[in-house]
Structure formats: C-alpha cells, structure tokens
C-alpha cells in the first residue's frame, strides 16, 4: 500500500480530495479521530505526514553500547499540532515506539530524534538550527522558508494544498539518509544561508 501519492497525482489534488486521502491515511495509521470532520483537518494532515516523514529517513547507527529507546519527537511550543501529534504519540515506527515532548528549548534538542517547528515559532527558528546543528535530528517546520533556511522538512502551502519542500544538504549535515521515494515527492530546495556572501 503506498501512503504517499505520486507527485504528479499530488499535484492535481484538489484541497477536499488531499483532506479525504488524509483522513484515510489517518485512519489506516490508526489515528481514529473523535468525528469525521476532526480527521479532515490541517493539523491532521501534517501529522500523518510527519509520520510518514519519519518511515522515510534512517538514522544514523546507534553504537553497541547506546540500546536503541524510543524516538522523541520534540514540539518547539506548548501546543503545536498538540491533538493531532497526540494521536500519534505511542505508535510503532521503524520498530520504535515514537513518543512526543511538547515545549522544547534549543538547549534540550540534543534529547531528540525529530523536532517540529510550528508556524508560531518562526522567529526562534534560527536559533533552533543552531542548536541542532550537526546533530542526527530530522528538523520539520511549518514557517515559510524553513527547508531553505537550513531544515530538512518544510511544508508549505501552495493552490490550498500541503505540499512539502526538502533540504538535501540539511540531510546530510545531520546524517541522515532519505529515502528516494521521499526526495521524488518533494520540492527540492538549496541551503539559502549558505549561498549568501
């Protein structure tokens, strides 16, 4: 089963069709939503995205010492697609179990595997990807610019679609691997911080 359209199907989704596919992701993810119309919402839709996004990236290899735990997914604000995240928090992914931090400082992101940025955020993002750095931390955000401003994942919103945009070199100063399947449904964007004199 393929939880991701292909690009060219994605791009001819009209808004209501992208809500439905999404609120039938949710579902076969088990995100079982209180009533049909909360499961056809943005936040919804992000989350099964990130979900996604997550199956799609491998993390470096733990040393034999460090057992591999849950991955953390860390919320750079108190509320942050807090109901849509919860309904993911717990579930298995990569064969581990994916538990969500709400709150996190720039000083705490070392503690993480994923960290959202929410749209509510956009002014700490610099100092954010700071603090990330080279750590093997999958960056996701919703404000404008974030895959070019040095994050891996940005979603964006074009025609009243989700779409989202991808930083190769983000990727590989974390050390990530992404899958190709990935890359192909992504727009690709360039470092811009890196590019500018």
């Known amino acids: 089963m393929r939880l991701f359209p292909d690009k060219s199907a994605l791009a001819g989704m009209s808004w209501r069709a992208l809500l439905a596919a999404a609120g039938a992701l949710a579902l076969v993810l088990g995100c079982r939503p209180a009533s049909a119309a909360e499961a ?61 931090k709400w709150g996190v400082k720039p000083d705490e992101v070392k ?21 990330v750095g080279t750590l093997p931390v999958l960056t996701i955000g919703e404000p404008d610019g974030f895959a070019a401003a040095g994050g891996g994942i940005g979603f964006v919103d074009r025609d009243e679609r989700v779409q989202f945009e991808i930083n190769p070199a983000a990727m590989e100063r974390a050390n990530l691997q992404v899958s190709s399947q990935l890359l192909r449904l992504a727009t690709i964007v360039g470092d811009a911080r890196r590019s500018r004199p």
């Open 40 to 100: 056809l919402t943005e936040s919804r839709i992000k989350a099964a995205y990130i979900f996604n996004f997550i199956k799609f990236v491998q993390w470096p290899e733990p040393s034999p010492a460090t057992p591999q735990g849950p991955l953390m997914l860390c919320v750079a604000a108190k509320d942050g697609l807090r109901g849509a995240l919860a309904a993911i928090e717990g579930k298995q992914v990569q064969g581990r179990e994916l538990r969500v």
């Open 111 to 131: 503690a993480c595997q994923i960290l959202f940025v929410p749209d509510g955020e956009a002014r700490g993002v610099a100092e954010l990807l700071r603090a």
